[in-house]
């Protein structure tokens, strides 16, 4: 029994409604994951409705869902959500900062995040290993031998693109199997569309802002922007990366409750992850990958007797020191 035959089979002994739900701020992986799972699921015989929280924030995300005519529902929205409808989470675990506990029963995950642990669900596939979700979801088809519609492939192949950073980072041998599995049913027209709309021209002031508040330590670049979305965070600390000579960065942003941090890693021998947990100890959260990760300090957690950012780099400092 595949993958796909134990979730099903599971779905159709639910009380009443099944929803999608990615994270909050849903990113192209996390919504082409949803799409291809919806998809899915309805060839079983299941229909589910995807629902998250938080608006949009990347101009390429909007993009996806006017280009593959994708339907979320903002969880506000809906009226029947109840505690008697059973979701299966994608792209995100849990007790992640990142996803809202909705009203509903998280009956089964879908990831590639690190496992965070045990949470009682009825069916969980976490591959840490993968670099997208897409990709699991893009096996599911594969697997079980079913067609992939080409809008379906098409939003697969680019959630694998934009999470492995086209094929760079944290990628696995069954993420470069799917791509090409998917490439040959893709419009690569498509595709290149939303390359084309990856930033709104509000974006770029917010870039021109943060990249005057780089600093960089040797490899290690630090980056603050002031109040700007969780996608563009990241988006940034990739760029923050193609600077010769930076191997390592530490982003971080300010929101009403704390810090939001992102942090990046191509030194194989400093984990991004490790890094963001080791200058949050004691104070925030933090997780990911070894090659990207994030993190949030609380409000109630920051020292009002020191500078954050003196804080921030004499911790990251440290880690690598130490690392070495």
């Not at 134990?6 to 002994?13: G, V």
């Not at 990958?289 to 993190?295: I, L, P």
Request: aromatic content about 8%; overall charge negative.
């Amino acid at each position: 029994m595949t993958k796909l035959d134990q979730l099903t089979a599971l779905l159709k002994e639910a009380p009443d409604e099944v929803f999608i739900q990615p994270h909050n701020v849903p990113d192209p992986d996390a919504i082409a994951s949803s799409f291809g799972l919806q998809h899915l699921l309805k060839q079983r015989g299941i229909t589910a409705e995807i629902v998250y929280e938080s608006e949009l924030e990347k101009a390429n995300s909007t993009k996806m869902l006017e280009i593959f005519a994708i339907n979320l529902h903002l969880s506000r929205e809906i009226e029947t959500l109840g505690r008697e409808d059973w979701t299966v989470l994608v792209d995100v675990q849990k007790g992640n900062s990142n996803v809202t506990d909705l009203v509903t029963d998280e009956v089964a995950v879908i990831d590639h995040h690190e496992y965070m642990r045990n949470q009682d669900y009825k069916f969980e596939d976490v591959r840490p290993e993968v670099g997208a979700c897409s990709t699991i979801i893009a096996h599911y088809y594969i697997e079980n031998n079913l067609a992939i519609p080409g809008n379906v492939a098409t939003a697969l192949l680019y959630g694998i693109f934009m999470d492995t950073d086209n094929l760079t980072r944290g990628t696995s041998e069954l993420d470069i199997d799917m791509f090409y599995q998917l490439y040959a049913r893709t419009d690569i027209g498509l595709i290149n569309e939303l390359k084309g709309n990856q930033i709104s021209k509000g974006d770029l002031i917010d870039y021109a802002q943060a990249f005057q508040s780089v600093e960089i330590y040797g490899e290690l670049g630090f980056l603050y922007l002031d109040n700007c979305n969780d996608s563009l965070l990241g988006a940034a600390s990739d760029i923050i990366t193609t600077i010769a000579g930076v191997n390592i960065v530490v982003a971080y942003s300010p929101r009403e409750s704390g810090i939001k941090f992102s942090t990046r890693s191509i030194n194989k021998k400093i984990k991004a992850n490790e890094l963001v947990r080791y200058i949050l100890a004691g104070v925030g959260f933090g997780g990911g990958h070894e090659n990207m990760a994030g993190g949030f300090l609380p409000v109630e957690n920051l020292g009002k007797d020191k500078s954050l950012h003196t804080f921030i780099r004499h911790k990251a400092i440290t880690f690598l020191e130490k690392s070495e």
